[in-house]
């Protein structure tokens, strides 16, 4: 990874560990309030590249509702360059996760990651800032994904491996 300090002020941004490892906390959020326990560490790696990325962000169903399966075949914006996406954010992924194990954002146990329901001071979002929407969609995302089955089914369904 590029040192901090020299990263561009875009990555800073939006791939900083602090803000990405919220998003995936709220994706495991999600995920939990459909299945009752977290999701996989296997599904980690596809948290960042559909819940950042605009285009799939504005593909997102209106409702959980809606089939994983259903909304990806409906939506083939989500998977333009997907592994792509996913091969370029791992190292963001992976620094999320260890910021949020390190803060108490996350938890993990059996390769289950747990999102930690202890408040986080100074933090709040705007309603209608990207920033909110991104947490609001990775929600939403994980909560699609809780209902579609194994992480070998959703990477299946995605059309990668794992």
């Known amino acids: 990874m590029t040192p901090w300090h020299e990263r561009p002020s875009e990555v800073v941004n939006l ?28 599904l980690t790696p596809i948290v960042l590249p559909l819940a950042l990325h605009g285009p ?61 329901t202890i408040p986080i001071r100074g933090f709040s979002f705007q309603r209608e800032t990207e920033s909110a929407t991104c947490i609001a969609m990775s929600e939403r995302l994980g909560k699609l994904v809780a209902s579609a089955g194994s992480a070998a089914t959703i990477y299946s369904l995605l059309g990668i491996a794992p």
């Open 15 to 42: 791939l900083n560990p602090a803000f990405c490892s919220l998003v995936i906390r709220a994706f495991c959020s999600g995920y939990k309030t459909v299945s009752n326990t977290g999701p996989s560490i296997v």
């Open 56 to 116: 799939t962000r504005n593909a997102m169903p209106a409702t959980s509702r809606t089939k994983f399966a259903s909304w990806l075949l409906e939506s083939e914006v989500v998977r333009i360059n997907l592994p792509v996406r996913i091969e370029r954010l791992v190292p963001y992924t992976r620094e999320a996760m260890i910021f949020g194990l390190h803060h108490g954002i996350l938890g993990m146990e059996n390769d289950i990651v747990d999102p930690q």
